[in-house]
């Protein structure tokens, strides 16, 4: 997660070479069950604003 939050402030700092260094590093395949859980929760976050 750390080393996203980095790329993300990398890119948007405008330095793209250090971002991509960054992203490439990271692991996804071991992200992905936390990415899903979290679209999860947000999709029921929102249908609970929604009514």
Known sequence: ???ALLGRLEY???NY???L???R???IQ???PKMTKS???LE???ERDVQ
């Open 12 to 14: 948007q700092r405008g």
């Open 39 to 41: 679209v999860i929760e």
């Open 25 to 27: 590093g990271i692991d």
């Open 17 to 19: 070479a250090a971002a």
């Open 44 to 46: 029921f976050q929102q």
């Open 1 to 3: 997660e750390a080393r």
């Open 30 to 32: 071991s992200l992905m």
């Open 21 to 23: 260094q960054v992203f």
